[in-house]
């Protein structure tokens, strides 16, 4: 039963306890601090080493009970402090044991927290077990994005549950820069590991052109429809996307297929050749089939792949104007700037109107890219994250992976791959090469004035400056692209906007 701040629990067993541990690990951030209270023998320190050893991702972590030391850290994904305060002398002496220090820089457990209650932040969590019959009972108090967040790991408890996985282990997986995050799903009856996506439904944001908000204009997916609809179509031409399971579209909680854990990066995150060409092979059979723009999803609703149209394009390459050039030499860029540079970019999206167009995945590139080399041809290629495909130029693409945002692709390489995707694509028939090389380089371009400006963008808006290493990388990738006949009139304008050359 639940409440507007208080949920209750009923936990029938130790394993029921384990669980909820898990459930809890997946909720808690850094500056959470979780008050665990109860009788002696209620299950505070079953619960608290469940979540321990779900945070390491070791069912074997050594958990000893701090009730003598006080406090055991643990140095993990998020930093753990446990505390015992049942044998504190003083509230005070709270500080003395670090609390403040650790609750800033991780997560704080406390056992018997009512010894030191006056020292503990207002917004902690609090959770009470007692005993119910031959189980417990957990009672959760919590308040604002804690609550949120408890909320929204129990609903999906719930989702694995209504799934047939009511014994499932749950893992942190991994969070990318959007609005999702991933979890590894571990089953006592099933070898392997199944991928649970939660992406969570959040607003769309204010309006920044012709009345609609950014994610519409740029069409990026608001909801599962098109990640499963793209996945199916995939699979129905052979590919390796990832099978759906079980998916509710109203909530955003999507179980599926794990692809494998290997990538095409080797141990120091570099290139792997064969796995780059095999990758680009690939990609060279995606554009030799005609996609159908409107895939059926379910008995009531159909997705409409949507076009890489201007309005699309133009807002994307406007970040170098809005981030880029001001956080480059110091000044924003003026009104004749800004209009000339729009003009260029109309004038080169006009050169795209005869171009070979499909369909196009967006994100092509070693994060999204599974390798699996027991599968033959195409299939050793897994494709993930492909939610926000559109239909567009297929040079895109091809751009995407030969110029990786996140690795540095040497020249060798580089003509490598582009070699191979030439070669593939005549022999195939019917392939306009010159036009394909110059959409390529258009496309190269205008995703890497994107790139330039998000990773300023993700400094400064989004307080993520880790994305910044990217930018030389990017602004030399820029460089290639400019180096097209096309494309004069942007390089002339990126040298004159000190543009273009890679920053240290």
Not at 258 to 284: F, H, K, M, N, W
Request: hydrophobic fraction near 40%; charged fraction near 25%; aromatic fraction near 8%.
């Amino acid at each position: 039963m639940t409440t507007d701040d208080t949920i209750s629990l009923f936990l029938k067993d130790e394993a029921a306890t384990v669980r909820l541990g898990e459930d809890l690990a997946l909720a808690l951030k850094a500056g959470d601090c979780l008050a665990l209270s109860g009788d002696l023998g209620a299950g505070k320190s079953s619960l608290a080493r469940a979540i321990l050893r779900a945070i390491a991702d070791d069912d074997g972590l050594e958990v000893p009970s701090p009730t003598f030391t006080l406090v055991q850290s643990y140095d993990l994904r998020i930093p753990v402090s446990h505390f015992d305060l049942y044998r504190l002398g003083d509230p005070g002496e709270l500080t003395e044991l670090g609390f403040d220090e650790a609750l800033q820089n991780g997560i704080c457990l406390v056992e018997w927290p009512e010894m030191a209650a006056s020292e503990l932040p207002g917004e902690c969590i609090t959770l009470t077990l007692t005993h119910e019959g031959n189980g417990r009972r957990a009672t959760i108090s919590a308040a604002g994005a804690q609550a949120l967040r408890i909320r929204r790991v129990l609903a999906i408890r719930n989702f694995l549950e209504d799934a047939g996985c009511s014994d499932a282990k749950r893992r942190f997986l991994t969070g990318d820069a959007s609005l999702r995050a991933y979890e590894a799903i571990y089953r006592e009856s099933i070898k392997g590991r199944l991928i649970l996506m939660d992406w969570q439904p959040h607003p769309e944001g204010p309006p920044v052109h012709d009345g609609k908000p950014y994610p519409k204009v740029a069409h990026l997916a608001q909801n599962a429809y098109p990640f499963v609809a793209i996945a199916n179509a995939l699979r129905e031409w052979g590919f390796a996307a990832p099978e759906i399971y079980k998916v509710d579209y109203d909530k955003g909680i999507l179980l599926i297929e794990d692809l494998g854990t290997e990538g095409v990066l080797d141990d120091e995150g570099r290139p792997i050749v064969e796995r780059y060409r095999q990758s680009v092979a690939c990609l060279a059979h995606l554009h030799s089939i005609q996609f159908p723009q409107d895939i059926p999803v379910s008995a009531t609703h159909k997705h409409h792949i949507p076009d890489f149209d201007r309005t699309a394009m133009k807002m994307e390459v406007q970040l170098l104007l809005d981030w880029h050039i001001a956080w480059k030499r110091g000044t924003a860029p003026s009104e004749a700037e800004r209009k000339e540079y729009l003009a260029i970019w109309d004038a080169l999206i006009d050169e795209l109107a005869t171009v070979e167009k499909n369909l196009l995945l967006r994100d092509f590139h070693s994060p999204n890219i599974i390798w699996r080399p027991q599968e033959p041809g195409i299939r050793k290629i897994g494709l993930i994250d492909f939610q926000d495909a559109m239909i567009g130029p297929t040079a895109y693409d091809l751009a995407s992976i030969v110029q990786d945002a996140r690795v540095t692709i040497e020249p060798q390489l580089f003509r490598q791959l582009m070699d191979d995707y030439m070669a593939l694509r005549r022999r195939q028939g019917g392939f306009d090469e010159v036009g394909f090389l110059k959409a390529w380089a258009i496309m190269s371009a205008q995703r890497n004035c994107k790139l330039a400006g998000l990773w300023v963008r993700l400094l400064q808006r989004d307080g993520k400056p880790g994305y910044l290493k990217h930018m030389p990388r990017t602004l030399a990738y820029l460089n290639v692209a400019l180096e097209h006949e096309a494309l004069t009139p942007l390089r002339d304008w990126c040298a004159r906007a000190g543009i273009g050359q890679s920053e240290s």
